[in-house]
């Protein structure tokens, strides 16, 4: 365990870093449009934050599961499937302990409990900025940022996300070829081609 965050530390702030920087991309998507009066607009915005958030952690941990490959080709180290997975839980632990802190807000009777449930619901909108738009959509008359659960459902799509894209780097499975690396060769024939 000690081993495996000496290693993947970077990666697990990065991928915060991320997460944090493409927030804030959302949340002044959510706000502009929100501004505009139109929920379609809004939940348009949303989704292609989102887009983008699960193609930054695919490029991420595809990278991370690709630089894994050859040391577990040449017998450096054994092959972790799940290291994609194990990042994103570490990543999104922020993401978790708010979700967990406005359940007891959102449950507990005590006006102590319920404000630092409010508290939380507000990082957590921050922190999560790219969901804004569509937890501000009204499910029966409810927004879904005043329950609980899709504090809870939104981390599930990084934790998939970020598993499938390192398997496929540790096993060389290329969805796109925006994410293959060029070697010295295909950077000179390119380099031709444009002359």
Known sequence: ???FFKKHSYDMMKMFLNQFAVAIFGLVLALAT??????????????????????????????????DKTSVDYGRSKASPLTGLYISLCANS????????????????????????????????LVEGMYTGLLAVNVGGIPLNSLVWPFFAIIIPALVISAVGYYFGL?????????????????????????
């Open 34 to 67: 929100g501004m505009a009066e139109k929920s379609t607009l809004q939940i348009a915005s949303s989704v292609a934050a989102i887009v983008f958030y699960m193609f930054l952690l695919y490029a991420m941990t595809f990278e991370i599961g690709l630089k």
């Open 1 to 3: 365990m000690k081993e």
């Open 94 to 125: 922020l993401n978790f302990l708010l979700a967990i802190l406005i359940t007891v807000g959102y449950l507990s009777s005590s006006q102590f409990l319920s404000n630092v449930g409010g508290g939380a619901t507000v990082v957590a909108l």
């Open 171 to 195: 096993k060389g499975w290329h969805l796109t070829k925006i994410l293959i690396p060029k070697n010295a060769e295909e950077i000179e024939r390119a380099r031709q081609k444009k002359k």
